[in-house]
């Protein structure tokens, strides 16, 4: 509470000693040791009502329901992190058990009725041409852009 040291104290207590006298020193501790009990007792039965009120307030229930908003585990976040570390490690393309996933067009041929299969073959054979053509362009430019750099340094 004070910042008093033990030579503080002692100075105190020597002019204390001069200033009343030794008849009326105890006294005047007496007096001053039934002050600080008083201001004592009094500040403990204020720290007490604020308290009360507060409880019946619900001051305390808010308080708990703050403390338990900031606490993860209490309020869920937990299993919300688990969650999303489980979905950042997901690869679309593994099956649940660890093991690569099926190609879908064979799983997709078993399902599909006869037509849809041929309709899905000649879009699947289409799509293979497709791609073909292009890298089959993409190669051409290629080389197009290699002799004409070879023209140039020439």
């Not at 105190?12 to 006298?21: D, E, K, Y």
């Not at 007096?31 to 009360?52: D, H, I, N, Q, Y």
């Not at 599909?112 to 791609?131: G, T, W």
């Amino acid at each position: 509470m004070f910042d008093i040291g033990m030579s503080e104290l002692l100075i105190i207590g020597i002019v204390a000693l001069i200033v009343v006298g030794p008849k009326d020193l105890p006294g005047m501790f007496r007096t001053l040791g039934r002050f600080t009990a008083r201001a004592k007792s009094m500040a403990r039965e204020f720290s007490r009502a604020m308290e009360a009120a507060a409880d019946e307030s619900g001051m305390k229930e808010a308080s708990e329901a703050l403390k338990g908003a900031a606490n993860p585990k209490k309020f869920g976040l937990d299993k919300l992190n688990e969650a999303a570390e489980t979905f950042e490690k997901w690869d679309p393309m593994k099956a649940p058990d660890g093991k690569a996933a099926p190609k879908t067009d064979t799983a997709q041929k078993d399902d599909l009725s006869p037509e849809r299969a041929d309709a899905a073959k000649k879009i699947s054979e289409a799509a293979a041409k497709k791609a073909t053509e292009r890298k089959a362009a993409e190669a051409a430019a290629s080389t197009e852009d290699a002799a004409q750099k070879t023209r140039d340094e020439a």
